[in-house]
């Protein structure tokens, strides 16, 4: 890769490359982003915004997780989203120029690439191919996102579990062991699912070598995780 982005590493890039907001610009437009951008590290409990303030950046996850929730009339919190790496947030509230619609906070020590509405418009002025790619990128997103919900409301939920538990394993075979990046109230909350019907799935996917201790998984044979949730008719559906 050409680009040289000072302060970032060669994986900060290959991240951003991989979002569909930014994957299709050139090397001098993610420069002139990237001069307009900042990062930071923010401990866990950092609050990145609050809800009803006014919607003047958005945010690239690069590492960690972000919760985005909503406070009700009585204070309670509803989860909308959780967001992980490789993940923007925030933009359609920027770019509509109105108030964030929610809270965030990060629930792991996280990495974050924020680009403020003023910095933003700069780099439109210096270089207007960038609005034309990140047009054809945002459509790129839709259609992916489509495909997603297209996946909640079919994919049996011990597939959907199984999918979500392969995103912190290594590509390739063999086995897996690492620990939930967050309380499984909101893996549960990330999935569309309630509590008890993520402790159902993970009970089922016993049967294909997954064993869970707390927030610690060890999968036994990745390749079999990966037929499993691949598999149209896996353990009797969903839970």
């Given at each position: 890769?050409?680009?040289?982005?000072?302060?970032?590493?060669?994986?900060?890039?290959?991240?951003?490359?991989?979002?569909?907001?930014?994957?299709?610009?050139?090397?001098?437009?993610?420069?002139?982003?990237?001069?307009?951008?900042?990062?930071?590290?923010?401990?866990?409990?950092?609050?990145?915004?609050?809800?009803?303030?006014?919607?003047?950046?958005?945010?690239?996850?690069?590492?960690?997780?972000?919760?985005?929730?909503?406070?009700?009339?009585?204070?309670?919190?509803?989860?909308?989203?959780?967001?992980?790496?490789?993940e923007t947030f925030a933009e359609a509230a920027?770019?509509?120029?109105?108030?964030?619609?929610?809270?965030?906070?990060?629930?792991?020590?996280?990495?974050?690439?924020?680009?403020?509405?003023?910095?933003?418009?700069?780099?439109?002025?210096?270089?207007?191919?960038?609005?034309?790619?990140?047009?054809?990128?945002?459509?790129?997103?839709?259609?992916?996102?489509?495909?997603?919900?297209?996946?909640?409301?079919?994919?049996?939920?011990?597939?959907?579990?199984?999918?979500?538990?392969?995103?912190f394993c290594p590509e390739g075979s063999g086995?897996?062991?690492?620990?939930l990046p967050f309380d499984k109230a909101l893996?549960?909350?990330?999935?569309?699912?309630?509590?008890?019907?993520?402790?159902?799935?993970?009970?089922?996917?016993?049967?294909?070598?997954?064993?869970?201790?707390?927030?610690?998984?060890?999968?036994?044979?990745?390749?079999?995780?990966?037929?499993?949730?691949?598999?149209?008719?896996?353990?009797?559906?969903?839970?």
């Amino acid at each position: 890769m050409s680009v040289d982005l000072p302060g970032l590493k060669p994986q900060d890039i290959a991240t951003i490359r991989s979002i569909a907001l930014f994957g299709r610009l050139s090397d001098r437009a993610l420069q002139l982003l990237a001069a307009n951008t900042q990062f930071r590290s923010v401990p866990r409990g950092t609050t990145l915004f609050l809800q009803d303030e006014p919607a003047d950046r958005f945010f690239v996850l690069l590492d960690g997780w972000v919760k985005l929730y909503r406070l009700t009339r009585d204070g309670a919190e509803a989860v909308v989203a959780v967001i992980g790496p490789g993940e923007t947030f925030a933009e359609a509230a920027m770019f509509a120029s109105g108030k964030f619609p929610v809270c965030a906070e990060a629930v792991a020590e996280s990495r974050v690439m924020t680009l403020t509405a003023e910095g933003f418009a700069r780099c439109l002025h210096a270089d207007d191919q960038i609005a034309f790619s990140m047009l054809g990128s945002l459509s790129m997103r839709l259609r992916h996102l489509v495909t997603q919900i297209e996946q909640l409301q079919v994919q049996p939920t011990p597939q959907r579990v199984g999918s979500f538990l392969l995103r912190f394993c290594p590509e390739g075979s063999g086995s897996a062991s690492f620990a939930l990046p967050f309380d499984k109230a909101l893996v549960a909350r990330r999935l569309g699912m309630q509590p008890e019907t993520l402790s159902r799935a993970l009970a089922k996917l016993r049967a294909v070598g997954v064993e869970t201790q707390g927030a610690s998984v060890t999968v036994a044979d990745l390749d079999a995780l990966r037929q499993f949730c691949n598999a149209e008719d896996a353990l009797g559906g969903d839970v």
